[in-house]
């Protein structure tokens, strides 16, 4: 689901990621081979104090959702800590949820296996911070399933809303509209595109709003 411009979480949220260093602007190649006016790396949420933050924003957009969920799942490596934030975040707010999360590489001693953490069963909500391709949650969906569970949804920070790309092709659809419409998983992104532009629109930093101009060319280019 993208979230509309006056949004105030949203914009409080595409704020703290401009203070925070973590959005940035420039010239930035994506995966798909673009030249983005923008990059968000959610591995620069790198201290406790910006964590905490962040899962507060997680867990406020999905209460608001109304996404109803039993446990959490978090695709590595980023999912991992994004998992284990949300859920102290969401006790903290009297939704006590378990999480889980894979390894990469199965283990041969002890449990064994991939996945580490609470049994995964039920409704699981699968968090990541951006969908790129739509890959991490295929794989995701596979592993949920292959534990008897049943994946329900999707959580992101930060919904580009740009046409995926395949082959250097680009696609009629994002891969957040793959995720939706053809792996029938509901979405709840913090903040997308649109609500990144209204605050490049009407922030007071000329500094920041110098970069609207490139933004609004590219979702012209790329945009869903």
Known sequence: MSTAPQDDLAQEFVAFAVETGVLRFGEFKTKAGRLSPYFFNAG?????????????????????????????????????????????????????????????????????????????????????????????????????????????????????????AENGQDLPWSAVQYVKEQLKLPVVAIAGLSDLLHYLQTTSSTAVSAHAAAVNAYRDRYGV
């Open 44 to 164: 620069l949420f790198d201290d406790g104090l910006k964590v905490g933050r962040l899962a507060q924003f997680y867990a406020q957009r999905l209460m608001a959702s109304g996404l109803e969920f039993d446990m959490i799942f978090g695709p590595a490596y980023k999912g991992i800590t994004l998992a284990a934030a949300v859920a102290i975040e969401l006790a903290r707010l009297g939704h006590n949820k378990p999480f889980a999360y894979n390894r990469k590489e199965a283990k041969d001693h002890g449990e064994g296996g991939t996945l580490v953490g609470a049994k995964v069963q039920g409704r699981v909500l699968i968090i990541d911070d951006v969908i790129s391709a739509g890959t991490s949650v295929r794989e995701s969906i596979a592993m949920i399933q292959a534990a008897g569970a049943t994946p329900c949804g999707v959580t992101i920070a930060l919904d580009r809303q740009e046409k995926a």
